[in-house]
């Protein structure tokens, strides 16, 4: 999966032969299975499909899964990655109830091959990323726990994400990646539908609950 998104990232060809090669290996007889395990993160984590474009040349390319509409909520311009990594830890935030320990946050990004102090091929250094960008762009919000020794932290939502992204975007996004039906998590989701329903009340005419994701 990483290697398909800095090729993409780098504007690099995606070759299959390029994949066997440098990543699946020995491990070519399970290869369709590997393209679609990728393909499937790929689409639920961040919103992109792996696509052949070519059968005689045997390349692929990356492109948009997700709706128009849905790009418009849910996208950081171009960054799609970076789209998902951040609505990950939001929905991680959301499922908690208030905030998220730092260590929770990391536990969940093991899954997905991330490590605090590794600096990573497409996000860079993820810990500054996640603890200094995104805190500076107001999607979070990164806070000491108070009167604990030695010192722990967690992460809030910050005001922007509050302002610019819908607590029912998170439950969709929550049942894509999980494949779940979003009231697998009830007490979020009814919270979710009185969010939607005051909006709607507040604003009958709107079409969209929040207005578009957008890097400063």
């Known amino acids: 999966m990483w290697y398909v998104l800095v090729k993409d990232q780098k504007r690099m060809i995606i070759w299959f032969p390029d994949m066997v090669r440098d990543v699946i290996g020995s491990y070519k007889k399970w290869c369709r299975s590997i393209l679609r395990r990728t393909s499937l993160i790929l689409a639920r984590v961040f919103g992109l499909h792996l696509r052949l474009t070519s059968l005689h040349t045997m390349e692929f390319a990356l492109v948009k899964a997700l709706a128009p509409e849905e790009l418009d909520r849910v996208a950081l311009s171009n960054r799609m990655p970076m789209t998902g990594l ?81 607590k029912m975007q998170i439950m969709e996004f929550l049942a894509r990646v999980f494949k779940k039906d979003p009231q697998a998590w009830p007490s979020r989701y009814r919270e979710a539908l009185e969010e939607a329903r005051a909006l709607r009340e507040a604003n009958p005419t709107a079409h969209c609950p929040r207005s578009s994701v957008s890097e400063d």
């Open 86 to 166: 951040l609505l990950m830890i939001l929905s991680l935030i959301y499922v908690k109830g208030r905030g998220a320990r730092e260590s929770a946050v990391w536990n969940v990004l093991r899954i997905l091959g991330l490590r605090p102090w590794k600096k990573h091929s497409t996000f860079g250094d993820v810990r500054k990323l996640i603890t200094e960008e995104f805190v500076q762009q107001n999607y979070l919000k990164y806070q000491r726990v108070p009167y604990v020794e030695p010192p722990e932290y967690e992460f809030f939502w910050g005001a922007r994400a509050s302002r610019e992204i819908s």
